[in-house]
């Protein structure tokens, strides 16, 4: 009877510790792998981060194009603007203090997160709980939230990290830029 409860106890334990959903970190160095959708296009993306005090990096290649993007402190703290650059016209792109690149600003997180909304390029993007499907990265499911914008069919899945939220994936763009985070290398 005591083994038996014993191993009712691990596989309870077991379980609990394998349904839990993964939430990327980003460091130095960390290595974001994506899939994107470009106007009917198949491309992959890899970003390599370079944090710093003083700003964020990520270092862009794709397709023989390599280029360095950084974004300023205040544009990961207060950001309300997301660049879709792909890095094809300078070496160093430096974004406006107003932009973030694969992620939203630490603000408009924690008005999500406060509000169930946030406003982004001039586009309010509401938090949908009820149609949240799960995304994957590597086969093993993303703690992110799910928003839908409000006057279009875009929907964004945000990772639960409020130092780094970044984008996981992005459907229905009217820009026709889709990308979908598939691997993340620490």
Known sequence: MKNIFLMLLFCIVYQKGISQNY?????????????CKLHGQTRTLQLIAETATDKLAFKLETRGVKSKIVMLPEAVKNGTE???????????????????????????????????????????????KKNAESVQIEGKPVDALHVKAKIDE?????????????????????????????????
Request: aromatic share 12%; with cysteine; glycine share 4%.
């Open 23 to 35: 939430i990327p970190t980003l460091k130095n160095n960390t290595q974001l792998h994506y899939v």
């Open 82 to 128: 997301l660049s879709f650059n792909q890095g094809e016209y300078e070496p160093v792109l430096n974004l406006k203090p107003t932009e973030t690149f694969f992620m939203i600003s630490q603000s408009a997180y924690q008005d999500l997160v406060k509000k169930g909304s946030f406003v982004y390029n001039n586009t309010t993007y509401v938090l949908d």
């Open 154 to 186: 875009t929907e964004m899945w945000i990772v639960k990290n409020p130092d780094f939220p970044l984008i996981c994936k992005i459907t229905n763009n009217p820009l026709g830029i889709n990308p979908t985070l598939v691997k993340v290398v620490d």
